[in-house]
């Protein structure tokens, strides 16, 4: 069964410091996703993409987030001058359509990347 | 806007019991719902969904979950719980009237007891 693979499944990193998680959706899904959870409590959406541009981003999604999808097959996010509060597990999710259709929507996710900001 | 409400943070039932755990929502359109499961250290895997017609759903390992428009509900059930079903789950809407994102409730976690 196809899957949403996601590197590094843990990252420390020192508060102020750039970090990139990685994210190989699955492969005939156009839309992508970044959540985030925070100590196994709420599932928090970041941002959606969508033929190569933001679809839509929530108000946790400031200048310091930033996603891409630089060949094809990978879906990347990067954090910037990392903060403490950023620590958390973040998933990345797949899903074969946006809107509307009897197999849209379902989001495939990935197992997760947790981040430490220490 | 939407939300959704998963008024229990926890659920207990005993193993051969029926289980429910509880999910309002709202939106400003028509909405798809969702349920997803959470094992730990594993990312959410979807259980069900509603998008349209017969207003009760049936998903994977058994459970199914009722669309009730009048009260803006979605709850998923289980007529007979095993221990494994032990674990974090998320109702989620989605607003099918526009919009990327899929919210999350702030997940109920079931613990079931041989």
């Known amino acids: 069964e196809p899957e949403v693979t996601q590197t590094p499944s843990h990252q420390v990193t020192q508060m102020g410091q750039e970090v990139i998680l990685r994210c190989v959706p699955i492969s005939n899904h156009l839309y992508f996703y970044w959540y985030r959870q925070i100590l196994g409590q709420k599932v928090e959406f970041l941002v959606s993409?969508?033929?190569?541009?933001?679809?839509?981003k929530s108000e946790i999604f400031d200048d310091q987030f930033s996603v891409e999808r630089p060949d094809g097959s990978n879906f990347t996010l990067k954090i910037r001058s990392t903060k403490l509060e950023d620590s958390a597990m973040y998933f990345c999710?797949?899903?074969?359509?946006?809107?509307?259709?009897?197999?849209?929507?379902?989001?495939?996710f990935g197992a997760g990347s947790r981040l430490t900001v220490l | 806007a939407q939300s959704v409400a998963q008024p229990e943070d926890q659920v207990n039932v005993a193993e051969g019991n029926p289980l429910t755990v509880k999910c309002t929502y709202s939106?400003?359109?028509?909405?798809?719902l969702f349920w997803y499961v959470q094992y730990p250290n594993r990312g959410l895997q979807f259980l069900l969904k509603y998008i349209t017609g017969d207003n009760l759903v049936k998903g994977s390992y058994g459970f199914e979950a009722e669309f009730n428009k009048s009260q803006t509900s979605f709850h998923l059930k289980k007529p007979s719980a095993l221990v494994s079903d032990s674990a974090l789950y998320f109702c989620?809407?989605?607003?099918?009237?526009?919009?990327?994102?899929?919210?999350f409730g702030a997940g109920t976690r079931l613990f079931v007891k041989a």
């Open positions: 939106v400003s359109g028509n909405p798809y």
């Open positions: 993409f969508y033929n190569n541009e933001i679809s839509e």
């Open positions: 999710a797949s899903s074969e359509g946006g809107v509307g259709g009897s197999g849209a929507n379902v989001l495939t």
């Open positions: 989620a809407v989605r607003d099918r009237n526009g919009g990327f994102k899929t919210i």
